[in-house]
């Protein structure tokens, strides 16, 4: 039984994976294509009911070491696996309407359940080797999945572009990894820490090594995030991909990139934050401010959505500068909100599309006439993304906030007050453009008035988002609290509460 | 009688199920007004019982009692932040509470011939009535900062749906505007909370801490809370969403936004910035006086200049408003109170005011005062009501403003002697714009640049809760012990902190 021992923590994969391979097969056999959404929907909620018993009704305990020394299963993994599967869900969901005209939808579910496998394996990876391997399953079946409407010149695009860029990302981050790896000699992120300091000791320069590892680390992974200046490719991306592609994007697999980043920066190369807080304070000013920015200028709704993703990654970067357990908490507090409202949002445009209503954001006006569910949803989701209560965006940008603030008293650098600052600034300026789109939707004519009848599974997609961004706002004392059970698996960090 | 029941929740619990209710009538637009009144008039009447059942010298044994305040409730929320749901009522909020109630009953009855997307119309007054009342009883930050924040919404919907010409600037303005200051606030209270380090988000539980930060801790977050506070009041120079909101805003939303809204900011000062950072307070004071002052006299300049009849109310709120922050920027029992109370008087007054705006906006479909003209030959009842209004706002003695600008005057006073002749101008040029535009819109020759043949008098569901608001300015003006013996002890609780007081 000792293959099986090593296997224990790779089940959830394996479950994904076995699903993923069948998809293609039930492909010829399915006449009815929205049948393999169904199927799809099977491992995904499965695993999903899972993590949501151990988490919430601890009715089981994962196994709690892995023999091979690559993959963990505990609270922080089970978390990210929550965001990844939830928004896996809402998307599969709301997929059959929008695909129904395209071919292969048997490889576009598989593709789908591929990237949610790399993503969790990310979540659960304790070695370089094995997250890097996580974040090319993902990768390769995201550049897929964007290219997914071949026929169509801007899904080719995106796929070009997002590939190509996803391939200098790899190429720096595995560059990084083989340098941590030169200097400390080990690819376990938590015994590299130690090893690294005693290297700085007894071997001169090797500081400097770990010094451009980590920029080139911070460039690979940024584009995994978006963070600015690495930003450039996403709303190309966002936009060009059929739309519930970009949501699994900007919710599912952003977020993958922040599951790697806490795990190097605050575990790994935690020894050398001094090295690189500064420069991650500023990353995360500049990307939500520029994100913002830009997001003013928008006038289609998924770039709109994609640079307010950019702006949301810079809220979730003030966690790594701070660096209390506290701080952790919120980033992966705000990562499962976000993924709800985000996800919800993209899926409100997959159902506008599904009823023919374009993606600019003059196509909003008068939308609450032609279906209040879609503008009541939207404007939710919206409301929730600048941070008004009592929605969920609102109860994660506090903690995630308030963070910086106590971080400035306790244990200080005082300037960590102006992350808070600047965060809450831009809090208000992307009201300004969220609100743009409600006015639109309530206080103007549109072209038409025609009512419009969103898609069932759509429906239930976005009620299901809808539902956690309500709740997470009112009451989300269970969520942080696991949020700081699993924050404190980053032992070297001070509590920060 | 209301031992046990959990009252004020109830009271706030009602137009939050009203409101879900008017908003999904589906076809039956026309039940939305009388749900919606339904509900307020029943949060209205449990009010009122709170506030006859409301001990002006507390009996420190009875039930619901805690630490100054009655029919006090405590329910856990979040208890890994600390969050819980605490409710109270003490002297300095009562007031603000049936204000909230009174005037939510009130602008739905005003806006009874609502005919565009009436379930939304009511449905939202009824959502801003939970959001007022919730920062006016809540007594844990957190659930004050929800609460707070909910309040933008459904203005920021009936300026931008139900408003004017320039409804879309004025809305987007408004909610921005506002929402910057409440996020200076946030930071405020994430700052007291950490620096506190108790654990709890509770006032009580802050305050007791906060008493004894260092005195640059104090002023630094007493300057970002009365930046918060202050927008809302408005303060100049931080008043110039105000007119463009008011101008825009239907006439249920102005009477809300001038009566409670600006409200909240003053209250925000007295509950949460001055007896929590007393020290701050104290460095404060300079700051708070010139700016009062400023308000006072530079609001009431404006209101000279002013050609629209609304948009002069609209300006006459911020020099009211400067006299809530006067009273308590002298930080004496007499000053704080008289504060509190200005606060109540204006909240009744500029709803008459906000209201016969409407009233004449709707029946001559202009405001402008040099198109109006001897209206009190054609609408007698309006004009008399007008007038009435007017006169209260200008501090008519026996009126319920002259009461608290007296007050505020005295404390002024007693503390800064003879500087009171800088904001005493005011109450000349408060009685010469008033009185200016009533001759002009409602005495002299009758207009002829509007039709006035068809003009009719003051509908029933127009002139009956202006004339209800009348009776109460009538009485408070007579009886103003009615309020200060509520008030007075909390206040007095309050200033212990400052050493006498």
């Known amino acids: ?497 | 009688m209301l031992e046990g029941v959990p009252i004020l929740s109830v009271i706030i619990l009602l137009p939050l199920i009203g409101s879900l209710i008017t908003f999904s009538l589906g076809k039956r637009e026309e039940w939305a007004k009388w749900v919606a009144l339904g509900f307020s008039l029943v949060a209205l009447v449990l009010s009122l019982v709170v506030a006859f059942a409301f001990m002006a010298s507390p009996d420190t044994t009875a039930t619901g009692y805690h630490n100054g305040y009655q029919f006090y409730e405590e329910y856990s929320w979040i208890e890994t932040l600390g969050v819980s749901f605490t409710v109270g009522v003490d002297g300095i909020s009562l007031p603000m509470f049936v204000l909230t109630t009174l005037l939510c009953t009130l602008s739905i009855v005003f806006s009874w011939d609502t005919k565009r997307r009436p379930k939304e119309y009511f449905g939202l007054i009824l959502v801003l009535e939970v959001g007022v009342l919730g920062v006016f009883v809540a007594l844990d930050y957190f659930m004050f900062y929800v609460f707070w924040e909910i309040v933008l919404i459904p203005m920021y919907f009936m300026i931008g749906v139900w408003g004017g010409p320039n409804k879309n600037y004025a809305a987007i303005k408004f909610f921005i505007y506002t929402h910057v200051a409440s996020l200076a606030m946030l930071i405020a209270i994430m700052a007291m909370y950490f620096e506190a380090g108790v654990g709890s988000f509770s006032m009580a539980a802050i305050a007791a801490e906060s008493v004894n930060f260092s005195r640059g801790v104090q002023v630094g977050i007493f300057a970002a809370l009365f930046f918060g506070f202050g927008v809302k009041l408005p303060m100049v120079p931080f008043h110039t969403w105000l007119p463009d909101a008011h101008v825009e805003a239907p006439t249920a939303g102005s009477v809300l936004l001038a009566g409670l809204l600006l409200k909240m900011g003053g209250y925000g000062l007295i509950r949460v910035a001055i007896p929590s950072l007393p020290s701050g307070a104290e460095d404060m004071v300079p700051v708070m006086a010139v700016i009062a002052v400023a308000s006072i006299l530079y609001g009431a300049m404006l209101c000279l200049a002013q050609k629209d009849l609304k948009k002069m109310v609209a300006y006459s709120s911020i020099s009211h408003m400067g006299f809530v922050l006067l009273g308590f920027a002298t930080l004496t029992q007499l000053g704080v109170v008289a504060g509190v109370f200005q606060m109540f008087a204006h909240g009744l007054v500029t709803a008459v005011l906000f209201m016969m705006c409407g009233v004449v906006q709707h029946k001559c479909g202009t405001r402008m005062i040099p198109s109006l003209g001897g209206l009190a030959k054609k609408m007698p009842i309006v004009a008399t009501l007008m007038t009435v209004g007017f006169l209260a706002s200008l501090g008519l003695p026996g009126l319920v403003s002259f009461a608290a600008e007296f007050m505020v005057f005295a404390a002024m006073f007693d503390k800064w002697a003879l500087w009171l002749f800088v904001p005493i101008l005011s109450v000349a040029i408060t009685a010469a714009y008033y009185l200016w535009a009533l001759q002009r819109s409602m005495f002299g020759p009758l207009t002829d640049k509007i039709d006035t043949s068809h003009l009719k008098d003051v509908n029933w569901y127009e002139g009956l809760p202006v004339a209800i608001l009348i009776a109460l300015i009538a009485l408070f003006g007579v009886f103003p012990a009615l309020i200060f013996s509520r008030i007075g002890p909390a206040v007095e609780i309050i200033l212990r902190l400052f050493g006498g007081g």
């Not at chain 1, 590299?192 to 400097?208: A, C, R, V």
């Not at chain 1, 909100?337 to 949002?345: P, Y």
């Not at chain 1, 200080?412 to 600052?421: C, E, H, Q, Y």
């Not at chain 1, 025609?450 to 004392?477: N, S």
């Open chain 1, 1 to 497: 039984m000792a293959v099986w021992n090593q296997l224990e923590a790779l089940i959830p994969q394996l479950v994904l994976i076995a699903f993923a391979l069948l998809m293609p097969a039930l492909d010829y056999l399915f006449k009815d294509k929205r049948l393999l959404a169904f199927v799809a929907l099977v491992p995904l909620i499965g695993v999903a009911c899972a993590v949501v018993a151990w988490l919430f009704g601890g009715y089981w305990e994962p196994p709690t070491a892995d023999t091979s020394g690559l993959l963990e299963i505990n609270l922080f993994t089970g978390l990210f696996m929550l965001v990844f599967l939830s928004v896996g869900i809402v998307v599969v969901l709301s997929s059959p309407e929008f695909i129904r005209k395209d071919r292969n939808q048997g490889e576009y579910y598989s593709l789908i359940l591929l990237a949610i496998t790399g993503m969790t394996v990310v979540a659960e990876a304790t070695d370089l080797i094995a997250l890097f391997v996580g974040l090319e399953i993902a990768g390769i079946s995201s550049f897929a999945l964007s290219g997914f409407r071949k026929g169509e010149s801007r899904s080719a695009e995106a796929a070009t572009k997002y590939f190509i860029v996803g391939g200098f990302s790899s190429a720096f981050t595995l560059f990084a990894i083989s340098l941590f790896y030169g200097v400390s000699g080990t690819t376990d992120i938590y015994a590299m820490g130690p090893l690294l300091e005693g290297m700085f000791d007894s071997f001169e320069g090797s500081d400097k090594v770990v010094l451009l590892a980590t920029v080139l680390l911070l460039a690979g992974l940024g584009f995994k995030i978006a963070a600015v200046p690495f930003h450039m490719w996403a709303p190309d991306v966002y936009e060009g991909a059929p739309t519930p592609v970009s949501g699994l994007l900007a919710a599912a697999s952003k977020k993958m990139g922040f599951a790697a980043l806490f795990k190097i920066f605050l575990v790994g190369i935690l020894v050398v934050k001094a090295d690189w807080e500064v420069a991650v304070a500023l990353i995360a000013i500049v990307t939500m401010t520029v994100g913002n920015l830009i997001a003013v200028s928008q006038t289609n709704i998924k770039r709109m959505l994609a640079y307010s993703s950019i702006a949301q990654a810079g809220y979730i970067l003030i966690a790594l500068p701070v660096g209390t357990q506290y701080a952790v908490a919120g980033a992966m507090f705000h990562i499962l909100t976000h993924a709800f409202m985000k996800s919800g949002a993209f899926m409100v445009v997959a159902g506008m599309a599904s009823c023919a209503i374009g993606e600019k954001l003059d196509d909003f006006k008068g939308l609450a006439k032609r279906s209040p569910f879609l503008a009541i949803s939207m404007t939710l989701f919206l409301f929730s993304l600048a941070g008004i209560p009592p929605l969920a965006g609102f109860a994660s940008k506090f903690v995630l906030f308030s963070s910086a603030v106590y971080g400035s008293i306790d244990p200080g650098p005082s300037w960590l007050l102006w992350l808070a600052v600047a965060g809450v600034l831009n809090s208000a300026l992307s009201l300004y453009y969220y609100a743009r789109v409600i006015k639109y939707m309530y206080m103007e004519k549109g072209a038409s008035e025609e009512r419009v009848k969103v898609p069932p599974m759509t429906t239930v997609a976005i009620l299901f988002a809808l539902a956690m961004t309500v709740l997470l706002g009112i009451y989300f004392d269970a969520v942080v609290d696991l949020c700081m059970q699993a924050s404190e698996l980053f032992s070297g960090l001070p509590p920060g509460l």
